[in-house]
């Protein structure tokens, strides 16, 4: 199932996004989902996850305090609310889902079954 993530941009430095990523189905009502971002020239990194119940998400330090991840379960929808954004920000963010796992807050991109298209986010200094 393809997930398609939504709401990157350009925006200045400090300034605010807010990523969206549908999963609708029931397959994926049970599930982590997670946050993941690939800076220009680098290669893809973690940024934060949630289980199924939506407590005690997983943040990178790079954004922890500055960003939350959500989810809205009768949609299915992971949100990324990015605050105080920087340049160093900028990237392409990926939300992917593990199908098997509705608990565990895996950092590692190969535990991840389903990932969506990206989107740019671009921070301005």
């Known amino acids: 199932v393809q997930l398609q993530a939504s709401g990157g941009g350009l925006v200045q430095a400090g300034g605010s996004l807010r990523l969206s990523c549908p999963a609708p189905g029931r397959t994926f009502s049970r599930t982590v989902m997670a946050w993941f971002r690939q800076p220009p020239g680098k290669e893809r990194e973690f940024v934060a996850a949630?289980?199924?119940?939506?407590?005690?998400?997983d943040y990178a330090d790079s954004v922890k305090g500055r960003s939350t991840i959500s989810r809205d379960s009768a949609t299915n929808t992971v949100y990324l609310q990015m605050d105080r954004l920087r340049p160093e920000d900028t990237a392409v963010y990926y939300c992917?889902?593990?199908?098997?796992?509705?608990?565990?807050?895996?950092?590692?991109?190969?535990?991840?079954?389903?990932w969506g298209q990206g989107t740019l986010v671009t921070v301005s200094s």
């Open positions: 992917a889902v593990d199908l098997f796992n509705s608990g565990t807050l895996y950092r590692d991109a190969r535990k991840y079954t389903s």
């Open positions: 949630i289980n199924w119940s939506g407590s005690s998400p």
